[in-house]
C-alpha cells in the first residue's frame, strides 16, 4: 500500500546539513537561522527609532549604512549618547536598555515664569492706557509675546539636551523679569529716553536708504547706539517700547550665548548655577532691559565668549570668525572692553591644554597673528575715542584722572579707588565687585544695589571651595583663564569710576565672566572629576595598541568531517 502523501526526496544539500546539525549540537554550538526577508510590501524590521537594524541616523536625521549592515558616520559625528537608547550600537540582547532620562522639570520655576511674563503684560497694557504723555502702544502687547516665542525658540534646543535641571524654566523665567524690568525701565529713560529721540531722527533717513546719516555723535561710541536705534525704529514705526524689548532680546540672547560657552568649554562647572546667575541675577535683569549700551555689549561679550570656547576646545577656524564678529561688535560702542576680551583670549591660550590634539602649532601662531593684528587695531580705537596715547604710563595716567573727574558729579559719587601699582587691586577689586556697602547709600535705588553686592559678597565667601580650585582651573581649562584675565583686567579699567550709580550699571559687563569664577568645580568635587584627556590617552595607549592587533580565536579542532569530500581510498 502507498503512502498518499510520499515524502519530497531529500536534496543533497539537505543530506549534508543533517548530519553537519547533529555534530554542531553535540560540541554545544548552534547553528544561525538564516534571515527572515520580509513579506511584500512590508518594510524590514526596524528599532524604535525607525531606522533598519544596523543603521543610524546622523545629525540630519538620515539613515547612513556602510552596505554591510553596519552603520557609518557622517560629517560631524560622534559617539552616541550614553542616555540615547537609539543611537547605541548593537549589545547584548538579554542585558537591559537604558532609559533616557526626563528633562528635570520644576513647576514652580514654570509658574513663577508664567506669573512673570503674565504681570509684564499687564503692566504693558496698563502703560498704554493710562494718561500720560509716554505710554506704551498696543505694539507692545503684540511684541512681547512675539518676543517670548523667538526666545522660546532659541533656548529650546540646548534645553531639550540638558537633562539635569530645568534650563528652559530658568531661562524663560529670567525673560519674563527682564520683560518688567523694561517696563520701569521705560518709566524712567534718562539716556534712553535720548536715543529714542535720536533713533527717530536717524529711521526716516534708512527708510530712504540714506546709509550715511549723520548720529550727531562719533562712532565707535554713542553714535553706534543711535544708529542701531534709528534702525529699529524703521521697522518698528518709531515705537519707543517695542525698542526697549529689542534691546531687552539683545542681551538675554548675549546671556544665553555666554551660557552655551560656558558648558562647552567647562563641561565639570556647575552649569546650574551659572544659568540662574547670568538670567535672574538683579543688574543682570534691569540695566540692559533698555536701548543703551549695557545691552549691547552684552549682545556683543556673549558673541565673542562663545568663539573663545569654540577656540580653546579644538574648533579654531569658526571660533576666530565668531569671536572676531564678537570683538567687532564691542569695538563699534566701548573698544576698550573689545580689547579686554582680546588680553583675556590672549592669556587663555598660554593655558595647558586638554588634550594634545586641542592646539597645533600652526593654529596657535595663526591665532597670536590674528590677536597681534587685532589687539594693534582695537589700540588705535581706542586712543582715538579716549583721546590719549596708550602707548606711555602718563597718557593711561591721564585718561584714568579724567575719567575720575568726569564720574565724580550728582549725589552717589566716592573716593575712587584707582590702580597705579598690584598694592592697589585687593581695595580696587573690593570697590568694583562688591560697593556700595548698606552704610554708604542715600536712596532707596542705592539700597537695592548695595543689597545685591551684600549677597554677591556672601555667595564669594560660601563659594570658598570652589575659589581654592581657581590655580588648577587656570592651567587645566583655559577657559577659565580666558574669565579670570577679562575680570582683572575688567578691575584695572573700571577702577576710575566715582559715582556707585554708573558703577553699577558698568559692572553688568564684567559680572558675565565674573560669575565663571564662581561656578568652576569645588576642590572636593575635581578630585572625582574626569581626567584631562591627556591622561586618559596615555591609560588607553595599551587597550589602544591591542585594538589595533588583529584578534586570534584559541585553536578549536574540527570535529565537522567534510562529507562533500570524495571519500578515501584505503590501501591494504
Not at 580689547?339 to 592669556?347: E, I, K, Q, S
Not at 580650585?469 to 578691575?491: D, H, N
Request: proline share 8%; aromatic share 8%; with cysteine.
Amino acid at each position: 500500500m502507498t503512502d498518499p502523501n510520499p515524502a519530497s526526496p531529500a536534496s543533497p544539500a539537505d543530506r549534508t546539513a543533517e548530519p553537519v546539525d547533529d555534530l554542531l549540537g553535540r560540541v554545544g554550538v548552534e547553528r544561525s537561522a538564516p534571515p527572515i526577508p520580509p513579506l511584500p510590501g512590508r518594510r524590514p524590521p526596524s528599532d524604535r527609532s525607525g531606522a533598519p537594524f544596523g543603521a543610524r541616523r546622523g545629525r540630519s536625521g538620515a539613515t547612513e549604512t556602510d552596505g554591510r549592515g553596519g552603520h557609518r558616520g557622517g560629517r560631524g559625528d560622534t559617539a552616541p549618547a550614553e542616555d540615547d537608547p537609539d543611537q547605541q550600537p548593537a549589545a547584548d540582547p538579554s542585558a537591559p536598555r537604558r532609559r533616557v532620562r526626563p528633562i528635570r522639570s520644576q513647576p514652580w520655576l514654570r509658574m513663577a515664569a508664567g506669573g512673570a511674563f503674565a504681570v509684564a503684560f499687564g503692566l504693558i497694557a496698563f502703560g498704554a492706557v493710562r494718561p500720560r504723555g509716554s505710554n506704551t502702544s498696543i505694539l507692545g502687547l503684540v511684541a512681547l509675546p512675539l518676543v517670548a516665542v523667538l526666545a522660546h525658540q532659541i533656548v529650546r534646543r540646548a534645553a531639550a539636551r540638558e537633562t539635569r535641571f530645568d534650563l528652559l524654566g530658568i531661562a524663560m523665567f529670567g525673560l519674563s523679569l527682564r520683560a518688567v524690568g523694561a517696563f520701569f525701565r521705560f518709566n524712567a529713560p534718562v539716556d534712553a529716553l535720548v536715543y529714542h529721540q535720536e533713533g527717530s531722527r536717524i529711521a526716516p533717513a534708512l527708510r530712504g536708504l540714506d546709509f550715511g546719516v549723520d548720529t550727531g555723535r562719533p562712532i565707535p561710541g554713542t553714535g553706534w547706539i543711535r544708529y542701531v536705534s534709528g534702525i529699529t525704529h524703521a521697522f518698528v514705526i518709531d515705537d519707543m517700547f517695542v525698542t526697549f524689548l529689542i534691546f531687552m532680546l539683545l542681551s538675554f540672547v548675549g546671556a544665553f550665548l555666554c551660557y552655551l560657552a560656558f558648558v562647552r568649554a567647562v563641561p565639570e562647572g556647575d552649569h546650574r548655577r551659572y544659568a540662574l546667575l547670568l538670567f535672574l541675577w538683579p543688574s543682570l535683569v534691569f540695566w540692559p532691559s533698555s536701548i543703551g549700551k549695557e545691552a549691547w555689549m552684552i549682545f556683543g561679550l556673549g558673541v565673542a565668549s562663545w568663539g573663545v570656547a569654540r577656540i580653546v576646545t579644538g574648533r579654531a577656524g569658526i571660533g576666530l570668525l565668531v569671536t572676531a564678529t564678537g570683538l567687532l561688535l564691542l569695538s563699534l560702542v566701548r573698544p576698550h572692553v573689545a580689547l579686554m576680551a582680546v588680553v583675556g583670549l590672549g592669556v587663555a591660550l598660554l593655558a595647558r591644554p586638554k588634550s594634545r590634539s586641542t592646539f597645533r602649532i600652526g593654529g596657535r601662531i595663526v591665532i597670536v597673528l590674528v590677536l597681534l593684528i587685532g589687539g594693534s587695531l582695537i589700540v588705535g580705537r581706542t586712543s582715538e575715542v579716549l583721546k590719549i596715547d596708550l602707548t606711555g604710563a602718563e597718557g593711561i595716567n591721564t585718561a584714568l584722572e579724567e575719567t575720575q573727574e568726569q564720574t565724580d558729579q550728582g549725589g552717589a559719587q566716592f573716593n575712587s579707588a584707582i590702580v597705579r601699582s598690584p598694592l592697589d587691586y585687593p581695595e580696587a577689586f573690593l570697590t568694583v565687585w562688591f560697593r556700595p556697602l548698606p552704610v554708604e547709600v542715600r536712596d532707596a535705588t542705592g539700597l537695592l544695589s548695595a543689597a545685591e553686592n551684600v549677597f554677591l559678597l556672601g555667595l564669594v565667601l560660601v563659594s570658598w571651595r570652589r575659589l581654592l580650585g581657581i590655580p588648577r582651573a587656570l592651567i587645566r581649562t583655559p577657559y577659565v583663564t580666558y574669565a579670570a584675565a577679562y575680570s582683572l583686567v575688567f578691575v584695572y579699567a573700571f577702577s576710575v569710576i566715582a559715582n556707585f550709580g554708573i558703577l553699577a550699571r558698568q559692572r553688568t559687563q564684567g559680572l558675565v565672566l565674573f560669575f565663571v569664577l564662581l561656578c568652576i568645580p569645588a576642590i572636593s568635587e575635581r578630585r572625582q572629576a574626569p581626567r584631562s584627556g591627556r591622561e586618559r590617552a596615555h591609560d588607553e595607549r595599551p587597550r589602544r595598541r591591542l585594538a589595533r592587533e588583529p584578534a586570534t580565536a584559541p585553536a578549536v579542532p574540527n570535529l565537522v568531517p567534510d562529507l562533500t569530500a570524495p571519500p578515501r581510498r584505503e590501501h591494504a
